[in-house]
Protein backbone atom coordinates (compact mmCIF):
# COMPACT_ATOMS: atom_id res chain seq x y z
CA UNK A 1 0.00 0.00 0.00
CA UNK A 2 2.82 2.61 0.47
CA UNK A 3 4.28 1.39 -2.35
CA UNK A 4 1.26 1.87 -4.25
CA UNK A 5 1.18 5.58 -2.61
CA UNK A 6 4.86 6.63 -3.34
CA UNK A 7 4.13 5.67 -7.09
CA UNK A 8 1.38 8.07 -6.93
CA UNK A 9 3.09 10.65 -5.93
CA UNK A 10 6.23 9.93 -8.64
CA UNK A 11 3.33 10.11 -11.23
CA UNK A 12 1.76 13.42 -10.05
CA UNK A 13 5.38 15.36 -9.69
CA UNK A 14 6.28 14.29 -13.45
CA UNK A 15 2.86 15.43 -14.86
CA UNK A 16 3.61 18.67 -12.92
CA UNK A 17 6.99 19.00 -14.18
CA UNK A 18 5.48 18.42 -17.50
CA UNK A 19 3.17 21.12 -17.15
CA UNK A 20 6.02 23.40 -16.23
CA UNK A 21 8.01 22.56 -19.43
CA UNK A 22 5.05 22.93 -21.79
CA UNK A 23 4.25 25.90 -20.23
CA UNK A 24 7.99 27.87 -21.02
CA UNK A 25 8.29 26.14 -24.20
CA UNK A 26 6.43 26.36 -27.34
CA UNK A 27 8.28 24.14 -29.33
CA UNK A 28 6.68 21.19 -27.13
CA UNK A 29 4.18 21.63 -29.39
CA UNK A 30 3.98 19.63 -32.73
CA UNK A 31 4.63 23.28 -35.34
CA UNK A 32 4.54 25.79 -32.44
CA UNK A 33 7.07 28.70 -32.28
CA UNK A 34 7.72 31.35 -30.28
CA UNK A 35 5.87 33.74 -32.98
CA UNK A 36 2.99 31.80 -32.94
CA UNK A 37 2.93 32.00 -29.03
CA UNK A 38 2.85 35.83 -29.47
CA UNK A 39 0.80 36.36 -32.09
CA UNK A 40 -1.91 34.39 -30.74
CA UNK A 41 -1.21 36.24 -27.27
CA UNK A 42 -1.42 39.54 -28.83
CA UNK A 43 -4.55 38.46 -30.77
CA UNK A 44 -6.63 37.08 -28.34
CA UNK A 45 -9.61 39.14 -27.83
CA UNK A 46 -8.22 41.95 -29.93
CA UNK A 47 -10.74 43.73 -32.11
CA UNK A 48 -9.65 45.74 -34.87
CA UNK A 49 -12.34 47.91 -35.39
CA UNK A 50 -11.25 50.14 -32.19
CA UNK A 51 -8.76 52.91 -32.10
CA UNK A 52 -5.84 50.93 -29.98
CA UNK A 53 -5.31 54.02 -27.44
CA UNK A 54 -7.71 55.45 -24.72
CA UNK A 55 -10.63 57.92 -25.40
CA UNK A 56 -8.85 61.00 -25.70
CA UNK A 57 -5.80 60.18 -26.78
CA UNK A 58 -4.47 61.00 -30.23
CA UNK A 59 -2.68 58.27 -32.63
CA UNK A 60 -0.43 60.15 -34.66
CA UNK A 61 0.83 58.35 -38.28
CA UNK A 62 3.33 59.00 -39.91
CA UNK A 63 3.32 59.09 -43.82
CA UNK A 64 5.91 59.10 -46.67
CA UNK A 65 5.18 58.88 -49.80
CA UNK A 66 7.76 57.31 -52.59
CA UNK A 67 6.44 57.60 -56.03
CA UNK A 68 7.53 54.90 -58.79
CA UNK A 69 5.24 55.95 -61.68
CA UNK A 70 2.95 58.43 -63.00
CA UNK A 71 0.30 58.44 -66.01
CA UNK A 72 -1.84 61.31 -67.30
CA UNK A 73 -4.92 61.45 -69.11
CA UNK A 74 -6.24 64.64 -70.75
CA UNK A 75 -9.03 63.06 -72.23
CA UNK A 76 -10.20 62.57 -69.15
CA UNK A 77 -8.44 64.61 -67.11
CA UNK A 78 -7.17 62.09 -64.52
CA UNK A 79 -3.54 61.55 -63.25
CA UNK A 80 -2.40 58.45 -61.87
CA UNK A 81 0.40 58.16 -59.79
CA UNK A 82 1.72 54.73 -58.54
CA UNK A 83 4.19 53.96 -55.69
CA UNK A 84 4.87 52.78 -51.94
CA UNK A 85 2.87 54.51 -48.92
CA UNK A 86 4.81 54.37 -45.35
CA UNK A 87 2.44 54.76 -43.25
CA UNK A 88 3.38 54.26 -38.73
CA UNK A 89 1.54 54.93 -36.25
CA UNK A 90 1.52 53.22 -32.49
CA UNK A 91 -0.41 50.98 -31.26
CA UNK A 92 -0.56 49.96 -27.33
CA UNK A 93 -2.25 46.71 -27.97
CA UNK A 94 0.34 45.06 -29.34
CA UNK A 95 3.61 45.71 -26.73
CA UNK A 96 5.18 42.44 -25.56
CA UNK A 97 8.15 41.87 -22.84
CA UNK A 98 10.53 40.46 -25.92
CA UNK A 99 12.35 38.40 -23.12
CA UNK A 100 9.24 36.19 -22.28
CA UNK A 101 9.05 35.21 -26.19
CA UNK A 102 12.28 34.28 -27.03
CA UNK A 103 13.84 37.25 -27.70
CA UNK A 104 11.30 38.03 -30.03
CA UNK A 105 11.50 42.29 -30.89
CA UNK A 106 9.17 41.96 -34.08
CA UNK A 107 6.96 40.29 -35.39
CA UNK A 108 4.58 40.43 -38.68
CA UNK A 109 0.98 40.38 -39.02
CA UNK A 110 -0.94 40.81 -41.97
CA UNK A 111 -3.43 44.05 -42.34
CA UNK A 112 -6.63 42.65 -42.02
CA UNK A 113 -5.55 41.47 -38.73
CA UNK A 114 -4.95 44.73 -36.74
CA UNK A 115 -6.16 47.95 -36.14
CA UNK A 116 -5.40 50.74 -39.27
CA UNK A 117 -5.65 54.09 -39.95
CA UNK A 118 -8.42 54.75 -42.81
CA UNK A 119 -6.43 56.57 -44.56
CA UNK A 120 -8.19 57.93 -47.80
CA UNK A 121 -7.75 59.57 -50.83
CA UNK A 122 -10.22 62.40 -51.34
CA UNK A 123 -9.98 63.39 -54.88
CA UNK A 124 -10.37 59.78 -56.25
CA UNK A 125 -10.94 59.52 -60.09
CA UNK A 126 -13.23 55.87 -58.36
CA UNK A 127 -15.27 57.33 -55.95
CA UNK A 128 -17.34 53.97 -55.34
CA UNK A 129 -13.43 52.41 -54.48
CA UNK A 130 -11.57 53.29 -51.35
CA UNK A 131 -9.42 50.90 -51.01
CA UNK A 132 -6.43 52.45 -52.80
CA UNK A 133 -3.60 49.96 -51.13
CA UNK A 134 -2.24 46.71 -51.63
CA UNK A 135 -2.89 43.73 -49.12
CA UNK A 136 0.88 43.39 -47.38
CA UNK A 137 1.86 42.50 -44.36
CA UNK A 138 2.82 44.90 -41.31
CA UNK A 139 5.88 44.80 -39.35
CA UNK A 140 5.13 45.65 -35.36
CA UNK A 141 7.73 45.68 -32.96
CA UNK A 142 7.56 45.25 -29.11
CA UNK A 143 7.52 48.81 -28.58
CA UNK A 144 3.63 48.69 -30.08
CA UNK A 145 5.08 50.51 -33.03
CA UNK A 146 2.82 49.30 -35.95
CA UNK A 147 4.80 50.15 -39.72
CA UNK A 148 3.16 49.08 -43.32
CA UNK A 149 4.25 49.67 -46.55
CA UNK A 150 1.94 48.90 -49.32
CA UNK A 151 1.73 49.57 -52.86
CA UNK A 152 -0.67 52.05 -53.93
CA UNK A 153 -2.13 53.45 -57.19
CA UNK A 154 -3.84 56.80 -56.91
CA UNK A 155 -6.14 57.93 -59.23
CA UNK A 156 -7.07 61.40 -59.16
CA UNK A 157 -8.53 64.01 -60.63
CA UNK A 158 -6.24 67.37 -62.14
CA UNK A 159 -7.26 70.89 -63.91
CA UNK A 160 -5.09 70.57 -67.17
CA UNK A 161 -3.83 73.47 -68.37
CA UNK A 162 -2.87 72.73 -71.88
CA UNK A 163 -2.41 76.40 -73.00
CA UNK A 164 1.48 75.49 -73.91
CA UNK A 165 1.16 71.83 -75.34
CA UNK A 166 2.80 70.28 -76.42
CA UNK A 167 5.66 72.22 -74.05
CA UNK A 168 3.24 72.71 -70.57
CA UNK A 169 3.52 71.72 -67.20
CA UNK A 170 0.77 70.12 -65.30
CA UNK A 171 -0.01 70.10 -61.54
CA UNK A 172 -2.07 67.85 -59.82
CA UNK A 173 -2.89 67.08 -56.06
CA UNK A 174 -3.53 64.11 -53.57
CA UNK A 175 -5.43 64.86 -51.15
CA UNK A 176 -4.82 62.02 -47.99
CA UNK A 177 -6.74 61.78 -44.62
CA UNK A 178 -8.97 60.31 -42.62
CA UNK A 179 -12.27 59.54 -43.46
CA UNK A 180 -14.24 59.40 -40.41
CA UNK A 181 -12.14 60.52 -37.36
CA UNK A 182 -10.96 64.19 -36.91
CA UNK A 183 -7.79 65.67 -35.78
CA UNK A 184 -8.00 65.19 -32.06
CA UNK A 185 -8.36 61.51 -32.51
CA UNK A 186 -6.30 60.58 -36.01
CA UNK A 187 -3.07 63.33 -36.32
CA UNK A 188 -1.70 63.33 -39.68
CA UNK A 189 2.12 63.91 -39.84
CA UNK A 190 4.58 64.29 -43.03
CA UNK A 191 7.20 62.06 -42.66
CA UNK A 192 10.91 63.79 -42.19
CA UNK A 193 11.61 63.01 -45.51
CA UNK A 194 8.44 64.04 -47.03
CA UNK A 195 8.14 62.19 -50.43
CA UNK A 196 10.42 60.67 -52.24
CA UNK A 197 10.85 60.00 -56.19
CA UNK A 198 12.39 56.41 -57.19
CA UNK A 199 11.09 56.04 -61.05
CA UNK A 200 10.94 52.61 -61.53
CA UNK A 201 8.87 52.63 -64.84
CA UNK A 202 10.56 55.73 -66.27
CA UNK A 203 7.35 57.61 -68.19
CA UNK A 204 9.00 58.74 -71.63
CA UNK A 205 6.09 61.60 -71.84
CA UNK A 206 6.15 62.97 -68.76
CA UNK A 207 8.92 63.35 -66.39
CA UNK A 208 7.92 64.58 -62.46
CA UNK A 209 9.37 68.07 -61.90
CA UNK A 210 8.70 68.62 -58.35
CA UNK A 211 6.88 67.06 -55.37
CA UNK A 212 5.77 68.42 -52.12
CA UNK A 213 4.03 68.39 -48.96
CA UNK A 214 2.15 70.12 -46.94
CA UNK A 215 -0.02 69.71 -43.52
CA UNK A 216 -3.72 70.96 -43.09
CA UNK A 217 -6.17 71.48 -40.76
CA UNK A 218 -9.50 72.26 -41.37
CA UNK A 219 -12.44 73.67 -39.89
CA UNK A 220 -16.28 72.44 -40.77
CA UNK A 221 -19.95 74.12 -39.85
CA UNK A 222 -21.10 70.90 -38.41
CA UNK A 223 -18.04 70.77 -35.83
CA UNK A 224 -16.00 72.05 -33.38
CA UNK A 225 -12.72 69.63 -33.76
CA UNK A 226 -10.16 69.82 -36.98
CA UNK A 227 -10.06 67.74 -39.40
CA UNK A 228 -6.54 66.81 -40.80
CA UNK A 229 -5.22 66.31 -43.97
CA UNK A 230 -2.12 66.07 -46.42
CA UNK A 231 -1.85 67.23 -49.59
CA UNK A 232 1.04 66.24 -52.15
CA UNK A 233 1.80 68.60 -54.85
CA UNK A 234 2.95 66.59 -57.93
CA UNK A 235 4.10 68.88 -61.12
CA UNK A 236 5.16 66.97 -64.31
CA UNK A 237 6.21 68.51 -67.51
CA UNK A 238 5.61 67.05 -70.64
CA UNK A 239 8.80 65.91 -72.37
CA UNK A 240 8.18 66.68 -75.98
CA UNK A 241 10.77 66.45 -78.99
CA UNK A 242 8.79 64.09 -80.81
CA UNK A 243 5.84 67.36 -81.21
CA UNK A 244 8.86 69.58 -82.01
CA UNK A 245 8.98 67.07 -85.42
CA UNK A 246 5.24 66.74 -85.70
CA UNK A 247 3.94 70.55 -85.14
CA UNK A 248 6.25 72.82 -84.91
CA UNK A 249 8.35 71.81 -88.21
CA UNK A 250 5.09 71.13 -90.78
CA UNK A 251 3.93 75.12 -89.14
CA UNK A 252 6.98 76.47 -90.40
CA UNK A 253 6.55 75.18 -93.95
CA UNK A 254 3.45 76.24 -93.83
CA UNK A 255 4.49 79.91 -92.86
CA UNK A 256 7.41 79.25 -96.18
CA UNK A 257 4.90 78.00 -98.70
CA UNK A 258 2.32 80.85 -98.44
CA UNK A 259 5.11 83.02 -98.50
CA UNK A 260 6.46 81.41 -101.59
CA UNK A 261 3.34 81.78 -102.97
CA UNK A 262 3.45 85.58 -103.58
CA UNK A 263 6.63 85.29 -105.58
CA UNK A 264 5.30 82.93 -108.30
CA UNK A 265 4.34 85.18 -111.76
CA UNK A 266 1.08 87.10 -111.61
CA UNK A 267 -0.21 85.01 -114.28
CA UNK A 268 0.68 81.18 -113.20
CA UNK A 269 -2.21 79.14 -111.91
CA UNK A 270 0.41 77.21 -109.68
CA UNK A 271 -0.48 79.90 -106.70
CA UNK A 272 -3.71 78.36 -105.84
CA UNK A 273 -2.50 75.16 -106.10
CA UNK A 274 0.33 75.95 -103.26
CA UNK A 275 -2.51 77.56 -101.24
CA UNK A 276 -4.97 74.57 -101.88
CA UNK A 277 -2.15 72.54 -100.47
CA UNK A 278 -1.40 74.74 -97.64
CA UNK A 279 -4.94 74.50 -96.74
CA UNK A 280 -5.47 70.87 -96.61
CA UNK A 281 -2.11 70.16 -94.45
CA UNK A 282 -3.76 73.16 -92.05
CA UNK A 283 -7.12 70.77 -92.27
CA UNK A 284 -5.59 67.44 -91.46
CA UNK A 285 -3.67 68.86 -88.61
CA UNK A 286 -6.63 70.89 -87.44
CA UNK A 287 -8.27 67.20 -87.33
CA UNK A 288 -4.92 65.85 -85.42
CA UNK A 289 -5.46 68.44 -82.61
CA UNK A 290 -9.07 67.92 -82.27
CA UNK A 291 -7.91 63.75 -81.50
CA UNK A 292 -5.14 64.62 -79.47
CA UNK A 293 -6.58 67.18 -77.23
CA UNK A 294 -9.83 67.17 -75.40
CA UNK A 295 -12.64 69.49 -76.00
CA UNK A 296 -13.38 71.15 -73.12
CA UNK A 297 -9.81 71.97 -72.32
CA UNK A 298 -9.28 74.87 -69.34
CA UNK A 299 -7.43 76.58 -72.40
CA UNK A 300 -6.66 76.50 -76.21
CA UNK A 301 -3.51 75.29 -76.98
CA UNK A 302 -1.34 78.54 -78.53
CA UNK A 303 -0.31 76.16 -81.54
CA UNK A 304 -4.24 75.54 -82.16
CA UNK A 305 -4.49 79.39 -82.24
CA UNK A 306 -1.38 79.46 -84.46
CA UNK A 307 -2.71 76.73 -87.29
CA UNK A 308 -6.43 78.43 -86.89
CA UNK A 309 -5.06 81.99 -87.34
CA UNK A 310 -2.72 80.20 -90.42
CA UNK A 311 -5.88 78.83 -91.80
CA UNK A 312 -7.62 82.27 -92.01
CA UNK A 313 -4.24 83.58 -93.50
CA UNK A 314 -4.12 81.25 -96.49
CA UNK A 315 -7.95 81.59 -97.30
CA UNK A 316 -7.22 85.07 -97.85
CA UNK A 317 -4.14 84.37 -99.64
CA UNK A 318 -6.13 81.88 -102.13
CA UNK A 319 -8.76 85.03 -102.47
CA UNK A 320 -6.08 87.58 -103.49
CA UNK A 321 -4.22 84.33 -105.66
CA UNK A 322 -7.57 84.41 -107.53
CA UNK A 323 -7.59 88.57 -107.42
CA UNK A 324 -4.00 88.14 -109.16
CA UNK A 325 -4.45 85.71 -111.70
CA UNK A 326 -7.41 87.63 -113.10
CA UNK A 327 -5.86 90.44 -113.67
CA UNK A 328 -2.53 88.47 -115.12
CA UNK A 329 -4.72 86.83 -117.17
CA UNK A 330 -7.47 88.50 -118.31
CA UNK A 331 -7.65 90.89 -121.44
CA UNK A 332 -8.33 94.39 -120.42
CA UNK A 333 -9.63 96.92 -122.62
CA UNK A 334 -9.75 99.55 -119.56
CA UNK A 335 -6.44 101.03 -118.28
CA UNK A 336 -5.45 100.92 -114.82
CA UNK A 337 -6.75 103.87 -113.26
CA UNK A 338 -4.80 107.37 -113.35
CA UNK A 339 -3.58 107.61 -109.27
CA UNK A 340 -2.65 104.19 -108.84
CA UNK A 341 -0.45 104.11 -112.06
CA UNK A 342 1.40 106.82 -110.74
CA UNK A 343 2.18 105.73 -107.56
CA UNK A 344 2.82 102.23 -108.89
CA UNK A 345 5.43 104.26 -111.38
CA UNK A 346 6.24 106.44 -108.36
CA UNK A 347 8.16 105.66 -105.01
CA UNK A 348 5.76 102.92 -104.13
CA UNK A 349 6.91 101.37 -107.17
CA UNK A 350 10.44 101.85 -106.49
CA UNK A 351 10.01 100.77 -102.80
CA UNK A 352 8.31 97.41 -104.07
CA UNK A 353 11.47 96.74 -106.94
CA UNK A 354 8.05 97.05 -109.66
CA UNK A 355 11.07 99.56 -112.26
CA UNK A 356 12.79 95.94 -112.37
CA UNK A 357 9.78 94.22 -113.41
CA UNK A 358 9.32 93.12 -117.17
CA UNK A 359 6.68 90.91 -118.84
CA UNK A 360 7.22 92.13 -122.25
CA UNK A 361 10.23 91.43 -123.79
CA UNK A 362 12.67 94.00 -122.24
CA UNK A 363 10.19 96.92 -122.69
CA UNK A 364 9.60 98.58 -119.40
CA UNK A 365 6.22 100.32 -118.66
CA UNK A 366 8.16 103.83 -118.58
CA UNK A 367 9.66 103.10 -122.35
CA UNK A 368 6.31 102.31 -123.90
CA UNK A 369 4.77 105.18 -122.44
CA UNK A 370 7.74 106.73 -124.24
CA UNK A 371 7.23 105.23 -127.66
CA UNK A 372 3.18 105.63 -127.76
CA UNK A 373 4.07 109.52 -126.86
CA UNK A 374 6.87 109.66 -129.97
CA UNK A 375 3.97 108.09 -132.08
CA UNK A 376 3.95 110.57 -135.01
CA UNK A 377 -0.37 110.49 -135.90
CA UNK A 378 -0.90 111.84 -139.04
CA UNK A 379 -3.92 112.56 -141.48
CA UNK A 380 -2.75 110.12 -144.00
CA UNK A 381 -1.50 107.24 -141.51
CA UNK A 382 -2.75 104.02 -143.06
CA UNK A 383 -4.87 100.76 -141.54
CA UNK A 384 -2.35 99.39 -140.40
CA UNK A 385 -0.64 102.06 -138.34
CA UNK A 386 -3.53 102.71 -137.01
CA UNK A 387 -3.65 98.67 -135.91
CA UNK A 388 0.02 98.97 -135.07
CA UNK A 389 -0.83 101.98 -132.46
CA UNK A 390 -3.90 100.06 -131.36
CA UNK A 391 -1.98 96.86 -130.48
CA UNK A 392 1.03 98.74 -128.95
CA UNK A 393 -1.98 100.37 -126.22
CA UNK A 394 -3.74 97.18 -125.61
CA UNK A 395 -0.33 95.51 -125.09
CA UNK A 396 0.64 98.84 -122.92
CA UNK A 397 -2.50 98.20 -120.94
CA UNK A 398 -2.10 94.76 -120.60
CA UNK A 399 1.60 95.20 -118.80
CA UNK A 400 0.18 98.12 -116.34
CA UNK A 401 -2.16 95.65 -114.96
CA UNK A 402 0.37 92.85 -114.96
CA UNK A 403 2.56 94.96 -112.79
CA UNK A 404 -0.78 95.77 -110.48
CA UNK A 405 -0.84 92.16 -109.45
CA UNK A 406 2.80 92.07 -108.65
CA UNK A 407 2.42 95.21 -106.62
CA UNK A 408 -0.44 93.31 -104.97
CA UNK A 409 1.37 89.97 -104.25
CA UNK A 410 4.46 92.25 -103.06
CA UNK A 411 2.44 93.99 -100.72
CA UNK A 412 0.78 90.99 -99.61
CA UNK A 413 4.27 89.33 -99.06
CA UNK A 414 4.92 92.09 -96.99
CA UNK A 415 2.13 92.00 -95.03
CA UNK A 416 2.04 88.09 -94.14
CA UNK A 417 5.57 88.43 -93.26
CA UNK A 418 4.93 91.34 -90.17
CA UNK A 419 1.82 89.00 -89.23
CA UNK A 420 3.52 85.82 -88.79
CA UNK A 421 6.13 87.35 -86.90
CA UNK A 422 3.19 88.61 -84.73
CA UNK A 423 1.62 85.39 -84.34
CA UNK A 424 4.82 84.20 -83.93
CA UNK A 425 5.72 86.17 -80.91
CA UNK A 426 2.27 85.82 -79.72
CA UNK A 427 2.16 82.10 -79.60
CA UNK A 428 5.61 81.31 -79.28
CA UNK A 429 6.45 79.27 -75.56
Known sequence: MKSFSAFLIILI??????????????????????????????LVDYDKFVRPVDHGSTTKVHIFLTVKHVDVDEQKGIMSVFGWIKMQWQDD?????????????????ADHEIWQPDITLYNS????????????????????TVMWVPPFQFQVFCEFDLRLWPFDTQTCEIWLGSWVYNGLEIDLEISDYGTEIDMFIPNHEWKIKNITASRNSTYYDCCAEPYVSNTYTITVMRQSPIYKTMV??????VILMTLAA???????????????????????FMMYFGYQLPVMALHTPLVVLFYSSSLYLVSIAM?????????????????VPWAVK???????????????????????SQQRDAELRDQPFEDNSTADDRQMISNLTKSSIQHDW?????AIDRICFLSYCLVFIILAAMYSV
Open 402 to 406: LILAT
Open 125 to 144: ALGNTIDHYANTLTIVSNSG
Open 248 to 253: VTPATC
Open 319 to 335: IVAVIVNYCANSKHNIK
Open 13 to 42: VINISLLFVNCDSPTTKRNSTWTDTLKRDL
Open 93 to 109: KLIWNATEYGNLNSIHL
Open 262 to 284: FWLPPQSGEKIVLNGINIIMIGV
Open 342 to 364: NLLDGWLGSILGLCHVNYSKGQT
